[in-house]
């Protein structure tokens, strides 16, 4: 279930922000000098929005989406969901639509005022029926396209079923890709909303990463209503679009897909499920919001000097012991300029037989960020490894990663270290449990 590229992107922006751009941009290397036996180092690139008050308020349209009607027969979460509508029904200020697709008519019943939001709950409520994921996408974007105005278009699905679910994935996944694909063209993005049953959030998020919109999961009624309110905002101040991010690596470069370095995690002939690393060198994001930031880490490694020096290009552009590692580019839509804007960032490292100089050139923030995104990575590992019966390297991919986390903590403290470090701790009981009961710890 875990997005594992995600879930860096829990923890603050690590660096400092623009306050005269509508976006902060950083490309860092996490070391700028390499052994003269080569080695690895990582590229992180950050993406930071700029705060609300920086962009212009732009109307736009506001459609609510209620998979399963029975959550409105609790009283809590109809209150919720009033409460929530009234809000943005106050605040909307022109033309723009704010309404609720009903499945059964397969119209927007749109909300003109805050007496009518409860006739349309009330409506809603009395439909009872759970429609099939194909259906409604059909029926719903049909509703969308005859909305007959210039405004752009939030639709919000609020579920407790996981849209992609493995059993219907092939056929609805691809379904749901393409239309979703094809209604951004029309200015229509999407957000999802879930709550009860917990989605798979690495495919929700890689579907919803193109199109624009956002992704929540909700524990109760409070927390619907604020994120509601929330992402209503996060819609109202378009920031930047259309985004793509170019990394371009040259040919004495190598990029894996993990970084589990000896002296981080102490196991051997530990080669990572493939699958879980999807990173490529091209990154596209249809939207950003304010206050939103996006991190990237990429695993690159160097051979040894005396080999890539036999490549005659390298010789042709190495400057000393300087050398060229590739570029990274960054391209965008500023709503506030109105305008696409780009921006290139040269990267190079040099070799150095100094180990003090070496040392000193690490970039810490670069470090903590690929071991806190490893959090992720090794949960996803976990499963994989126990049913190849692998627990002791289960159990010292875990309890290193714990060791680690709690001295990055004990440096600055904060509630998604410790909340991982909880994670990690549990995980570690459960597999020396299992282990214990199998023979394989005595």
């Known amino acids: 279930k875990v997005d594992a590229y995600e879930y860096i992107n829990d923890y603050p922006f690590p660096y400092d922000s623009s306050k005269t751009e509508e976006l ?12 003269s036996i080569g080695g690895s180092f990582n590229l992180l690139i950050g993406l930071n929005v700029n705060s609300q ?44 639509l704010l309404g609720i697709f009903n499945p059964i008519t397969k119209e927007i019943i749109r909300i003109t005022s805050a007496a009518s939001i409860e006739t349309a709950l009330s409506q809603i409520q009395n439909t009872k029926k759970v429609y099939a994921m194909d259906s409604i996408l059909h ?7 005859s909305i007959q105005n210039s405004y752009n278009t939030r639709f919000v699905w609020i579920t407790d079923s996981d849209l992609m679910k493995s059993n219907t994935i092939n056929r609805e996944r691809e379904y749901f890709d393409f ?29 919803l990463k193109n ?15 604020s994120k509601l309110w929330d992402d209503y905002k996060r819609f109202s101040y378009p920031t930047v679009k259309d985004i793509k991010i170019n990394v371009s690596l040259m ?30 060198t091209q990154h596209e994001l249809k939207s950003m919001d304010q206050d939103e930031h996006k991190i990237f880490l990429h695993y690159l490694s160097i051979g040894p000097e005396n080999t890539a020096a036999s490549d005659l290009y390298f010789r042709t552009v190495v400057q000393g012991r300087t050398v060229p590692i590739g570029f990274c580019s960054v391209e965008y839509y500023s709503w506030r300029d109105k305008k696409t804007k780009y921006k290139t ?37 976990l499963s994989g490894l126990v049913n190849s019966r692998q627990y002791y390297t289960a159990i010292l991919l875990v309890d290193s990663q714990i060791k680690m986390l709690k001295k990055y903590l004990a440096q600055t403290p904060g509630k998604e270290i410790e909340g991982d470090i909880e994670t990690l701790e549990k995980n ?15």
Do not use: C
Request: neutral net charge.
């Open 24 to 35: 902060t941009i950083a490309v860092k290397l996490e070391k700028e000098k390499a052994l």
């Open 251 to 280: 040919p004495w470069i190598h990029e894996a897909r993990y970084d589990y370095r000896p002296a981080w995690y102490p196991v051997s002939g530990f080669r990572p499920v493939s699958s879980y690393y999807t990173h490529t």
């Open 345 to 381: 960032f040269p990267l190079s490292i040099t070799y150095t037989d100094d180990y003090s100089e070496y040392e000193a050139a690490i970039d810490a923030k670069v470090s903590k960020y690929t071991v806190l995104q490893n959090t992720g990575f090794i949960l996803k590992e």
């Open 139 to 145: 029926d719903s974007f049909a509703a969308l396209e």
């Open 53 to 96: 008050n920086f962009f212009t308020r732009t109307e736009g349209n506001y459609i609510l989406f209620i998979h399963n009607p029975q959550i409105l027969l609790r009283p809590e979460w109809k209150t919720a969901f009033t409460a929530a509508i009234t809000q943005i029904r106050t605040e909307q200020k022109s033309g723009a």
């Open 428 to 442: 570690r009981t459960l597999l020396m449990e299992q282990a214990r009961s199998l023979n394989y710890i005595r």
């Open 211 to 225: 199109v624009g919109g956002n992704s929540y999961y909700v524990d109760g009624p409070p927390q619907l209503e």
């Open 179 to 207: 239309l979703m694909k094809l209604q951004s063209q029309n200015n229509i993005s999407f957000s999802y909303f879930g709550y009860g049953e917990v989605p798979a959030w690495a495919v929700m998020n890689q579907s």
